[in-house]
């Protein structure tokens, strides 16, 4: 099972300080919210997607849009519904229309939607999991807290495999598996089976927890630390000062 | 080099939170129960009610929020994950603060059936509502009228079978009682 998104290149965004990143994904994300034209919101749908194709490549950069198409759709169809006073745009079916206003409303949300789904992608592309483990830390992530993340993903993938294996055996009891549809009665022995195994874990990791040092004045493993150096605050007022530009230039155009 | 009882207690409590996330995040990526209409349900609700009734509500907190914002990472949906750890970790926080019951000594005891359900329509509630809402703010509140049915659907299976769950798992290993705080 994969648990990581990060796909290994390098250039300007993997250089950029991941606590710089997850500054500028939020405080993007919160701009994208205000009254921002819709030239410029497009814009940002147009820059993120480029941005995506320069890191992804082709056929990576159309991930993001295929795990939203769907919504779009939907939000094509009820289009109609979202907007009903206003200038008719063009009539689908007797009373059925489409004003100018909806087409706005639906053209506002759609490339507010694109953006994020990018934005999140991209930054999931460039950072890897202990980087981004690190900036939460340096954001203040307690010491625990790190632990407990970096421990599911440790356990993510054997608990993945246990399932599995679980699943197999109980299928090989079943007559003519193939033919079967699985319900939710079939699930749920492998369901109780697998949390058995996992939860047996438990008092294991806890014993392991303890002999690295937790609980203990002189803790025997610590974490490091993502450098402090004087690009980080140049990199930090980068990640201030582009949201910054979008937002006055889109609510001045 | 001083060893205390109370931060020794604290790795237990961390070994479970971590495991139950792992959990959470297998149940929501791999574990998948196909619907009549052609779609899916994850079975994460389960193990965030199954956490919460058994564990309390700070581990189904983290371990409902966690893992299922981590599994929108991994499962190539990050522009969700901040929504479902907020959503999913306050689902697992009130049902784990309405259904757990102390005695007088203070020790958790089995909860009635009827608080547990209830606990479970409160889950419920908060999960189609913050996805609901959620979804309203990023693509209509119009378009995020679909899900709900879906979303009710999920997270009723996910309460009900978290009893079920629950009960088979204490049935199954006793031991699993020890786990408790």
Redesign the interface.
Known sequence: ?????YINQSGVLYRFDPRAKLLMLVVLSIVL?LPLSLHVLWLCVVISMLTALVVGRFRSSL??LK?ILL?LI??VI?AP??ERGGTIAFVIYRNIYVTNEALE??SR??S??IT??Y???I??WTTTISEMNLAFQWYGLSY?GS???S??????PS??DS??TIQQAFELREEGPEKR????RD??P???A???V??????Y???N??HRG?????KRSRYKELETKRSLVVHLVIALIIPACIAFVGICW | MRVSTSKSLSATHIALTAVLTAVVVVFTLIVRVPTPIKGYISLCDVIIAFSAYLFGPWVAFVAGGLGTGLADFIGGYPQWAPLSFVIHGVQGLLIGLIARKKDNVGMFIDAKLIRLVFAGVVGVVVMSGGYYLAGGVLYGFKTALVEIPLNVLQSTVGFIFGIIVMKALLKAYPAVRLLRR
């Not at chain 1, 099972?1 to 998104?5: A, D, G, I, R, V």
């Not at chain 1, 937790?214 to 002189?218: E, F, I, N």
């Open positions: 099972m994969n648990t990581n998104l919210f991930r993001p795990t919504l939907l939000m009820f519904l979202s409303a639906l949300l759609a507010r939607l994020i789904t934005l999140f992608t930054v999931m625990k632990l407990i993340m421990l599911a993903f440790r356990f993510v608990i993945a399932f599995t549809k699985k319900r939710m699930v749920l492998t369901v109780i697998a949390l058995v996992a939860i047996k874990s438990i008092p990791v806890a014993m927890l303890e937790l609980g203990r004045d002189q």
